[in-house]
């Protein structure tokens, strides 16, 4: 594998790479920027184990020094929690200036996915990606997670798409740019915090073979870009749709009114959000993000075997 001067990957993930073992990448804005201290840093080391115990090996992955790195040690995992929102949050236009000046950045799903790529890891668990926010049509926020899922072939497990963001609008963007939108043993899309949106999937997938039998297919006829797979939220951690909803629409409406702009526009949501449900959208994030990291490393095995 021929790797860039910017890049290290940590050996345990190096080796596992080299050797066609499954790897599991995983993102540090989730860290620094979607949960607080120290719930992020706890979380974040639940779920290298969980990935672990499932039998793949975990890779996090984040900007330090300007070093883009594959595979974080623990102390570099908790440094990303207690700096939280103070760390850059490094999405596709960042990666250049940052590592230039040798500086640290949190990465998206973005550049999570380009670094992935760069590392030889085709596999990557998180939370929630980035979509088309609502009034998109006059403020032209989309995120760039979605231009990566176009370009970068990595496939992404998620618990589908917050209805802080405009879901049909979302959907249409990735179909329009070629993404498959994959749903895990659901035709619905789910909406992050509940089951259901009502908007459709493009496929239903019933196990981690189906899953990864597809992404082998669209990397082996070189189709290029990512895939999405949408993995509900389990039953018992899914919220009252009327609450989380409500929650929602009243953290949207004070963003407006700050004029929260940018990229400030999502941590600021999610944190309003967890303090408008008592701290309940968090304990049922949390759970979403075990439930990915458990199916994106049963997938990467399932990849793994199919050489
Ligand atoms: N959604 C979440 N938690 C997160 C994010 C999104 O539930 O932590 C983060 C991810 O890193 C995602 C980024 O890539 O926010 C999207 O930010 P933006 O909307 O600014 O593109
Ligand atoms: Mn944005």
């Known amino acids: ?79 990303f929690g207690k700096k939280g929102q103070a760390i850059h949050k490094a999405s596709r236009r960042d990666l250049a200036v940052l590592c230039a000046r040798g500086e640290d950045g949190a990465t998206t799903v973005t550049t999570t996915m380009i670094i992935a790529h760069m590392a030889g890891i085709q596999i990557f668990a998180t939370g929630g990606i980035g979509g088309v926010h609502r009034g998109a049509e006059t403020t032209m926020d989309i995120s760039a997670d979605l231009e990566e899922l176009a370009h970068t072939p990595v496939m992404v497990v998620c618990a589908g798409a917050k209805s802080i963001l405009d879901l049909g609008l979302t959907l249409e963007y990735l179909e329009t740019h070629g993404v498959p939108v994959l749903g895990y043993q659901t035709n619905e899309l789910p909406a992050f915090y509940t089951r259901t949106s009502g908007f459709r999937v493009d496929y239903r997938m019933d196990t981690p073979q189906e899953l990864a039998a597809a992404f082998k297919a669209q990397n082996d006829m070189g189709l290029g870009g990512g895939m999405l797979v949408t993995n509900p939220i389990p039953q018992e951690y899914s919220m009252d749709p009327e609450v989380i909803n409500k929650a929602i629409d009243d953290a949207v409406r004070e963003c407006g009114e700050k004029g929260i702009q940018g990229k400030e526009t999502t941590p600021f949501l999610l944190a309003r959000i967890a303090e408008l449900t008592g701290g309940n959208s968090l304990a049922s994030n949390i759970q979403l993000v075990f439930n990915n990291a458990r199916l994106a490393a049963e997938t990467a095995i399932a990849y793994c075997k199919l050489g």
């Open 1 to 79: 594998m021929k790797l860039n001067q910017y890049l290290d990957i940590n050996p345990e993930v190096a080796a596992a790479v080299a050797e066609g073992r499954p790897v599991v990448a995983l993102e540090s804005t989730i860290i620094s920027h979607g949960m607080p201290y120290p719930q992020n840093v706890e979380t974040a080391l639940q779920v290298e184990r969980i990935i672990r115990d499932a039998g793949a090996v975990p890779a996090t992955i984040a900007i330090i020094g300007g070093r883009l790195k594959a595979g974080l040690t623990s102390e570099e995992i908790e440094y």
